[in-house]
């Protein structure tokens, strides 16, 4: 996740650290490099959304567009999804999410070095839950939702995060929504 508060997010006091909330990983400390508005979705959102999910995700694939710190995408990990695919274009957050993974040996993460949105246009694969956190401010979510049915399966679920109010696009409904300061969250479902 991207620009969204005015201060970096902190684990522990220290900058550029994000920690994982729940599951096997639950207290490690992920760390990110410095980048513009390169920050994780904030851990209150983060517990709310698996809340929302019911905390596990045994076996779920998931991908995570616009990975940036991979906080959402490690955390699905360490709550027992089977594959988790991250994409992200900045080969600083790319190479950080890397040794992060090898940092947690989490081994069903998957992590590419492509943009988001040529990668989903090629992409014929299908996942249960997708995490759409683009840089923030960017427009880029409402792109995301125009393709994204046919890369859900049936039931598959959809989380956005951007900083206006999130419409569900055809073929889906908000289960739930949220804010956070100037952030609009929301679980989509597929119909």
């Known amino acids: 996740m ?3 508060h005015a201060a970096p997010q902190r684990a522990h006091g220290a900058p550029n ?3 994982i909330i729940g599951g096997q990983y639950r207290r490690r400390l992920l760390e990110f490099p410095n980048g513009a508005g390169l920050r994780p979705t904030p851990d209150r959102v983060r517990e709310t959304l698996f809340n929302w999910l019911g905390q596990d995700l045994p076996d779920w694939t998931c991908l995570d567009l616009f990975a940036g710190s ?4 490690f955390e699905a990990a360490s709550r027992g999804a089977g594959r988790v695919v991250m994409i992200e274009r900045e080969r600083a957050a790319f190479d950080a999410l890397e040794k992060n993974r090898a940092v947690l040996g989490a081994n069903q993460v998957e992590i590419l070095r492509a943009d988001a949105l040529a990668w989903l246009a090629n992409s014929r694969e299908t996942f249960d839950l997708v995490f759409v956190d683009p840089p923030f401010d960017s427009g880029l979510a409402g792109a995301v939702l125009a ?6 399966g049936s039931g598959g679920q959809a989380y956005v995060e951007q900083g206006t109010e999130i419409v569900a696009p055809p073929g889906f409904i908000i289960h739930r929504g949220g804010r956070a300061g100037r952030s609009h969250f929301a679980l989509l479902t597929k119909e």
């Open 2 to 4: 991207r620009a969204k």
């Open 17 to 19: 650290r994000v920690r």
């Open 70 to 73: 991979g906080a959402l995408g």
């Open 147 to 152: 393709d994204l049915a046919r890369h859900l």
